[in-house]
């Protein structure tokens, strides 16, 4: 599975500075770290939510969640300060191109009505972020068996300085944007 890091070292990086004309190896951008997160507003009520939502994030990223909890009481929502309310998993080195192999390849060919990613989901420092309405296009969930369906947010860090830059690494990663 380390194919596509095989593949930056090998060709991405040099296209990448031979398209924005980088002047040292050094400069040329890099995925640094991919960020898995769910939010579980549902487990305020029912705690089987967040541990689903932890088995689940579990399973799509292969290692285990931190759970995340309220900083702030909210009255309306029922919701106090320290209680959990969600979940994220940081991803770096081999286990972050595994995944991104899998997203691109197996998940996001899944998504139902698939027109292309976004391009307005960068954040103008050269990151950025897909959202999925539920977290059974990935193929390690089993939709039978989902205790409920559950958003997923997916951040790319990059070290790239635009948006532009960012984009065209993505892209050569093989990630479909729309056109």
Do not use: H, W
């Amino acid at each position: 599975m380390a194919r596509l890091k095989d593949l930056y070292k090998s060709k991405i990086a040099e296209q990448m500075q031979e398209k924005f004309g980088y002047k040292s190896v050094m400069a040329i951008p890099k995925l640094e770290k991919v960020v898995l997160s769910m939010g579980v507003g549902n487990a305020i009520q029912d705690k089987k939510y967040l541990d689903q939502a932890v088995k689940d994030l579990t399973a799509i990223s292969g290692q285990k969640p931190l759970v995340c909890k309220a900083k702030i009481s909210v009255s309306n929502f029922k919701l106090r300060a320290g209680e959990p309310i969600g979940c994220k998993v940081t991803l770096r080195g081999e286990m972050m191109y595994e995944f991104l192999d899998r997203l691109i390849n197996l998940a996001i060919p899944r998504v139902k009505d698939f027109r292309g990613l976004s391009t307005k989901s960068f954040d103008g420092r050269g990151n950025y972020s897909i959202g999925f309405a539920e977290q059974s296009i990935f193929p390690e969930i089993d939709s039978v068996n989902m205790f409920a369906p559950q958003g997923l947010n997916v951040t790319f860090v990059t070290s790239a300085d635009t948006d532009q830059e960012c984009r065209e690494m993505l892209t050569m990663f093989g990630m479909p944007f729309k056109k």
